[in-house]
Structures are given as C-alpha cells and as structure tokens.
C-alpha cells in the first residue's frame, strides 16, 4: 500500500512535470473538457424535438472521436467521419427498402448485408494507401450496423438517419470551432518545430563525436542498447537517434499538415510541408554520417591517441564549422529566412581542404610502411624522416615509429596533451582482442599480428577522416533542398545586420 | 468517366493481387465479417428481455473496436474496453447518486463531471507510458457520457450499467471466439518472420554494395529519394533502409506479442519477444555499417577501379562471407535452432583477416607519397619500387603511379578488366568538382589539386575496406544477442545433417 501510494504521488508529480513542460497539453485537454460539455448540454434539450436529447449522444460520440491534438488530425478525423457516415446512410437506406422487399427472409438479408459491409471494409483498409483513412472505414461499419438496428426497430429509416447525420453535423461543428478558435495546435507547427530540432541535434552529436574522439573517450564497456539500437542514456548517441527515428513522426505530422488551412507563418496556398520533410530527410543524410564517425569511437580498433593529434585541430575546425553551418540552417529555419548571399558552407569547406591536405602530407601516418610488400622501408627514408621530423615545427614527433615507441613518446607532446586524459594506447587497441587470441595464441607469430593490428588501428584515423570530409559533402545536399523550401515557402529575405565591411580578401578557395 | 472506371479497375486489380499475395488479409475479413454477423443476430431477440434487442447495438460496437488483425492487439483492445467501461460504469454510478442528490442544481453537476472526466482522460493520454491505453480513455471518456446520456432519461442508472455491460462482455466473447479459433493470426509470428526478413534483407544489402563498389558502380544521379532518404526504387537501398525503418513496426508488434498466450512454436510462458527486438536492433547496428558503404559508392570522392581491383578477392571474400553468416543466422532464427558448436564466424573472421593483411602490405597505394612532408619519395624508394612492381605476380601494377599513368594501365589488367564496365578513373573522380572549381579555377595551382584529389580517392578505399572490417566487428554483437535469445526462448539444437568428417586443420586463424 504504502509503496503503491509513493508510485502514485511519483506518477503525479511527473504528470505535473509533463504539463508544465509543454503548456499544450494542458490546454488540449482543457478544450477537450470544454467541447464534450457544451455538446452534452444537448441532453437538457426540452422542446419540440424530442428526439434530439434521445440521440445527443451522437454528437458527444463524434467530438469524443473527433476531437484530436492537432487541427490537423481533427480535419481528417471529421473528413472521414462525415465520409464514412455519409457512405453508410445510403448503403443502409438501400439495403433496408432491399430487406422490407425481401419479407419473409428480411432477417437473412440484414445479416447477409453486415456480413458483406464487414467484409468489404475490412479487407479495403488494408490495402496500402488507404491506411490514414483506417478511421472512416470502420466509421462507415458502425454507422451501417446503428442504423439497421435503430431502423429495425423503428421502421423509420429515413428518419434514423437524417437526425443522426444532423446531431453529427452538430458535434463536428463544436469540435472545429472549440479546437480552432481557442489556441489553435498546429500540425504544421509542430512539424516545423522538429524540422529545425533535428538540425540542432545533429549539430550537438557532431560536435559530441568530434570533440569526444580528439579526447580518445572511451567507453569501459559499450552499452548493450547502443549495440541493438535502443533508446540510452549517452547524450550524443541520443541526439542522433532522435534525428534519424523521427522520420515516423513527421509522415504523421506531414499528414495532418496538409490538411491544415493556411495560418500564421505559413499563408501560403498549398503550403510546401512535403519541403520540410525533404530538408529533414537531407539532414538525415547526413545523421547517418555522423552514426559512422560515432562508430569510429564505438570501435574496438582505435587509432592511438598520438596521432589523433596530429590531426588534431583540423579536425576539430571542421567539426565546428560543420556545427555552425547545421546551427545557422537550423535558426534560418526557425525564423523562415532565405540563406545570405554569401556561401553559407565557405567556412566548412575551407576546413575540410585543410584537413584533406593535411592528411595528403601526413599520410604516412595512416600508413604502416614495416610490412610493404615492396621491400620495407629502406634506410634512407626512415633517416631522412627521423632528421624532417626533428626540424619540423610541430608539436608532435611522431612517425613511423613502432607502438612501443610511439607510448613512450607521449611525453613529448608538449601543449594538449595536458587537457587529455591518459589514454594508454597499447591497452586500448588490444582491449577486447586478447581473449579471442587466447584460443590459439601459439599458432601464429605475435609480432606480426601486432603490425596487423597497428596499420588496422592508424586506418582507422583515416576513416574518421574521411567520414568526416563525407559528411561535409553530404552538407551540399541539406544547403540544396534547404534553397529548395526557401523558395517554394517563400521565406523572407535576410535581414543583415552588419555592416557589409571589407570580406576577407581569401585566395585558393578550395571547395569541395 | 473513362479515367475513373480505368482507375476504378485498376484498384480492383490491386486489391485482388493484395489478397492473393497475403492471404492472411482475406482471411481476416472473412473474420471479421462473420464475428459482425453473428453479433447482429441479436437484432432479433425475442423473449423475456426485450432490452437486448435494443441495446444490442453495444455488442455490435465492441465487436467493431476490438476486432483486430492479430490476436495480441484483439487482447490489447479487450482490456482497455473493458478497463474503461468499468471505470466509467463506477464513476457513472457516483456521480449519478451525487446528481440526484444536488436536486435543482444537477444539471450543473451533470456537465461539470463531464468537463471533469474529459480533461483528466485527455490529459493523462497523453503521458508517455500511457500511449498504449490511449483507446481506454477513450473509450472511458464515451461510456462515461452515455451512461450519463442514458441514466439521466430513464434515471435507472444501474440498469443501464449492468445491460451495457453484459452486452459489452458477449461482444468481446464472439470476438474473442472468433479471432482465436478461426485461422489464428498472431502478432508474435509476424514479429519472428520480421526479424528473419531483416537478415536476409541485410545480406542482400551487404552483398550488392561489395559487389557494386568493386564493379565500380557509379550512379549517373543520385536519386534525390535517397539523398532525404525516402523510399527509392533502388533495390539495395531499400533493402537496408527497411532494415532500419523496421524500428516502429517491431516495437508495435512486440506490444501486441506480449499480450498473447503461448501458441504453437511459442509454448513457453513470458516469451523472450524482447530478445527477438534485441536482435534485430543488433542487426540493424550493422545495417548503418551497411548504410555507410553504400555511402562509399554514393560519393563524390571515388577511389579509381584499377586500385580496387588490388583487393578484389579479398573484399568480394568479406562481403561473401558476411552475408553467409547472415543467411545462415536468419535461417537459423527462422527454423529456431540453436548455433552449431562450431563458430560460425571463423570464416568471415578469416576473410577480414586476409584483408587486413593485404591491406597492411598494399597500404602504399591507400596513400599519396610524393607529398609527404618528409621531403617527398626518395628515389631510391621509387626505383625499388618499380623493380618489384615489375616482379610482383600480381594482376595490377599500381603504385604510386600519377593519375594520367594509371588510366594508361588499364590495359595491362588482364582478367578481371574485363567483366568491367569501362570506368573512367580521371572523370570519375572529377565529376562533380569541376563546377565549384571552374569559379576560382585561376587563384591556385590546379597540379596541386589534383594530386589532394587523388589522395583523397585512394583514401576512400581504406574507409569502405575499414568500414567492412567494422561490419564484421559488429557481426560478433549478432551472434551473441542471437546466442542470448536461443537460450532464453530454448532454442531446439540443430540436426546435423552431415558426417563430422575431418574438419580442415587450420592454423593461426586471425579472429575480430
């Protein structure tokens, strides 16, 4: 008792929590409160129809199944109720002039005919794209069966029918105007709103991914729900995870959109919400990208954190850069303006050239050159880098040097290795191979599994790197359709703030 | 007119073709049109009780709103309709007695409770544990009102609840009756021959991008479908992306497989239906390793067809191997059979082995030497190099050739060239730069360029070479969630079919 008494204050607490958090919630349900009240008031109907506070129930059932969160869903609810009771009082007509006709056998032609509408409705909203219209069919069923049974009753079809198309009328009319004049919930809106989340957490998962693979994060253990692909607690996994799982959600809210008039922000005719998903559906594109770059810190081959360093702050710039350009879309898109005329992806770009180039120049790092086939490194290759590499004026030493070398010298990188937390290389690469390797460990020649392991692990620097310069590209393709709804949604201009100033004059703009 | 009865046509056919290829559908109309039947005789009672007759539209309605595809979601519906009935027949019941008792002011009170219920429901819906109960508050919200309705004309409360829910309860009993022993469709299967199909969709996946990207497939557009990920006509594309799109479904059938009682091949008591997610989420950890291959072959930065023809037995083996395991595994799950003793991931192992080395031994050609900053290749290296290219008993002879030389090579690849479609390695490579470039094509050194391109397309291989490896990494995760659900759902042990026979005596096997 007590314990379920403590489950339920939690439960309220958190039920507080939800309305306070979003304000929407409260008032749905307060308009909901209102419209079932004012169509119950219809049960108090003293005068010359009867009928109608017989039947008021009709129209409490349609705001009960037609009142929805979103105006959206509340057109279609109210589109495929009318349909569908529309649809049925025909057939019902019909098929009751068919069963008086029939006489005797009146009961086996009301049976025989549920059974064929049953039939019918059910095997037709299966088919495919008559899935959002799931509701009007089975509308049309229950309507059909009401009506045979309130008729059969009666014998006075036509009247069964007319008072309760009129009391539905009734109710889709308080459910319209409760739900749109009384702080009206958008579809559109919403679908706008996730449009421009998703940019900003793709944003904050690739800033996540870049920052925490320059810090050699490491997960002790890889949680088991990143592995299957389930909601966890990792900030930057979840960021990703919504913008790629939130493709259901806008084809839902896509749905109720179009249905929407235009309102607001989007005056437009014919409002192009199929953008907005297109946009999204780009920067899922790129999401996925961003999932291979976590992957890289998922991996079980890592890339030893000394010569992450060396590549240290080109990658880190064209993370952010990256970060900016998806922030700046996002915030264009929450405030519906078209992109400056400058090149919004200049900056992200130009990181990217200095990253490619930079790897170009020390590529033999990616490299492990011991087990070419062309004959090793000869001699004189291996002086001439030992003697580049002491007049070179980087911060790190690092080369062709072995693993054990390369511990040691961890040493002498004097600047960031402070802020970094002690990655002991050598453990890291081997952390979860030794057991697998145990089973037949004696069989083979170690040293030569470990240079096997070296050049997979200093690859995998280069696959970070290239996902990286791929996500970039991928950027393009979210600049494109962004351009695309900003033209057809006809977005505001710009308003520029700054001075336009002397640009800075930049030579050698590389683009990819 | 014409149109229409073409379209018209056109839909019968369609709707024809659905039933035939999923006969499941046919048949759950037939269901659900003979349970309605049966229902509606009670239109015609005619004894004692003349109520049911006229109420029997409840047991009707009940049958409408229960009655679903599978059995599980059946259950699902019966108890929030039951749940909610008998919340709203207490709550009816109170404040009935309260109503009566207020005298002049029950109308007040009869609204006022309306507007109560229908706020707390609408609200409480909407908290996240409780979506699955969503249609109990609904339903709870309507029985409320038509007690009420009810109650408040003939003032014979009880009466109206107790009719009500008889009927209520011999509607579920047909439904139930019906849905169970009539061909049985139940949500657990559909959830087992999901994940089966995930598998086997995977390894199609797997294999056609291995193959595309060593036949160079290039796409003369990329479909803009796949750039905002959307549905494509494109087979490989859809096959992984149902991989991962398969997320929702999975998670609403494992709400539905839960509420079903053992059956069939399922007889245990609380089935590990979450297992069956766990391995799916596993393999769709492995369909994004998928998903960013395919990304290689959607690139811009292509590696030229001559370098991929150095690891052509070696990825074609991986990605062979790969999608056996997976076959292998799906047809395991789909016979539910535990894993042979021995491991079934040896040979993928192997393979990505084999590659690993070939990589480590080649990764001269994954690199562009000539601008390293170690003052750029020695010539002594060269000249090695050429010697043993010229000796090697390979197919190729690539190295560090430039760009314009390597084109000239194609003729010098003797077997496999031929299978080839004619890639153009330069064009390939530029085919989308020259656009940005042609703006500032003046202010730098285009030599330059080149030669950060070229780097960059070679690079490109070691990303798909390591992503691959990556893959196989993530296959392991497969194997041990499948191991995990075996033992939980009790997997039978498999029949081996073949003589034990001299196993082949390997040694040093290399395992991921």
Redesign the interface.
């Known amino acids: 008792i007590k314990n379920s008494w403590d489950d339920l204050q939690d439960f309220a607490r958190?039920?507080y929590e939800?309305?306070r958090s979003d304000p929407r919630?409260?008032i749905?349900?307060?308009k909901?409160?209102?419209?079932?009240?004012i169509a119950?008031?219809l049960?108090?109907w003293k005068g010359s129809y009867e009928d109608i506070?017989?039947y008021?129930?009709w129209a409490?059932?349609t705001v009960?199944?037609m009142?929805e969160?979103s105006i959206g869903a509340t057109f279609i609810k109210g589109f495929n109720r009318g349909l569908g009771t529309l649809c049925a009082g025909i057939l019902a007509f019909c098929f009751a002039e068919l069963s008086i006709v029939a006489g005797k056998l009146e009961?086996v032609v009301?049976?025989?005919s549920?059974?064929?509408?049953?039939?019918?409705a059910?095997?037709?909203k299966?088919?495919?794209t008559m899935k959002p219209y799931e509701y009007g069919f089975?509308v049309f069923?229950?309507t059909y069966?009401?009506l045979?049974?309130?008729g059969?009753?009666t014998r006075e079809y036509t009247e069964a029918v007319l008072t309760r198309l009129v009391l539905i009328a009734v109710g889709a009319g308080v459910c319209f105007v409760v739900n749109i004049c009384i702080y009206p919930i958008w579809a559109g809106e919403s679908l706008h709103n996730l449009v421009v989340k998703n940019f900003k957490d793709l944003a904050t998962s690739l800033e996540g991914c870049v920052n925490g693979y320059l810090k050699c994060v490491e997960y002790e253990r890889i949680p088991s729900k990143?592995?299957?692909?389930?909601a966890a607690d990792d900030p930057l996994y979840n960021c990703y995870r919504s913008v790629?799982?939130s493709?259901?959600q806008e084809d839902t809210l896509l749905g109720f959109a179009t249905w929407e008039p235009p309102h607001g922000r989007y005056r437009l005719y014919n409002y192009p919400w199929e953008n907005f998903?297109?946009?999204?559906?780009?920067v899922?594109?790129c999401a996925?990208?961003v999932?291979?770059l976590h992957?890289c810190i998922l991996?079980?081959?890592q890339a030893p954190p000394e010569r992450r360093q060396v590549f240290y702050s080109e990658l880190q710039r064209v993370g952010a850069e990256g970060a900016k350009v998806l922030r700046e879309l996002g915030s264009k898109l929450e405030r519906m303006e078209k992109l400056s005329s400058g090149d919004i992806l200049e900056n992200v770009h130009e990181a990217a050239?200095q990253l490619?180039?930079r790897?170009?120049?020390?590529?033999?790092i990616?490299?492990?050159?011991e087990?070419?086939?062309?004959?090793g490194?000869?001699q004189?290759?291996e002086d001439?880098?030992n003697l580049?590499?002491i007049q070179?004026d980087e911060h790190v030493q690092l080369?062709f040097k072995s693993l054990s070398e390369t511990v040691l010298d961890l040493r002498s990188i004097p600047v960031r290795t402070a802020s970094l937390p002690p990655c002991d290389a050598a453990k890291n690469m081997f952390r979860r191979w030794p057991s697998?390797?145990s089973?037949?460990a004696e069989?083979?020649v170690k040293g030569d599994?470990c240079?096997?392991y070296e050049?997979?692990s200093a690859?995998?620097l280069?696959?970070f790197?290239?996902?990286l310069?791929?996500f970039v590209?991928?950027l393009d393709?979210v600049v494109d359709?962004f351009e695309e709804l900003s033209q057809k949604a006809n977005f505001k201009e710009p308003i520029i703030n700054m001075p336009p100033g002397p640009g800075k004059k930049r030579?050698?703009?590389?683009?990819?």
């Open positions: 958190k039920a939800m309305g919630k409260v749905f349900a307060i909901m409160g209102l419209a079932l009240s119950s008031l049960i108090f506070a017989q008021s129930i409490i059932l009960i199944v009142f969160f009961e009301i049976v025989l549920i059974f064929i509408i049953g039939f019918c059910s095997y037709l299966l088919y495919p089975r069923v229950l069966c009401i045979m049974v309130a059969n009753r990143i592995l299957t692909y389930q790629v799982q493709t259901s998903v297109k946009v999204s559906g780009a899922r594109h996925f990208m999932m291979a992957g991996s079980e081959i050239e490619q180039k790897i170009d120049h020390k590529s033999y990616l490299v492990n050159s087990s070419w086939e062309i004959g490194r000869p004189e290759l001439l880098k580049v590499d070179e080369g697998n390797l089973s037949n069989s083979f599994e240079k096997t050049s997979a690859l995998s280069a696959t790197a290239s996902l310069i791929e590209a991928r393709n359709s030579v050698g703009t590389w683009v990819v």
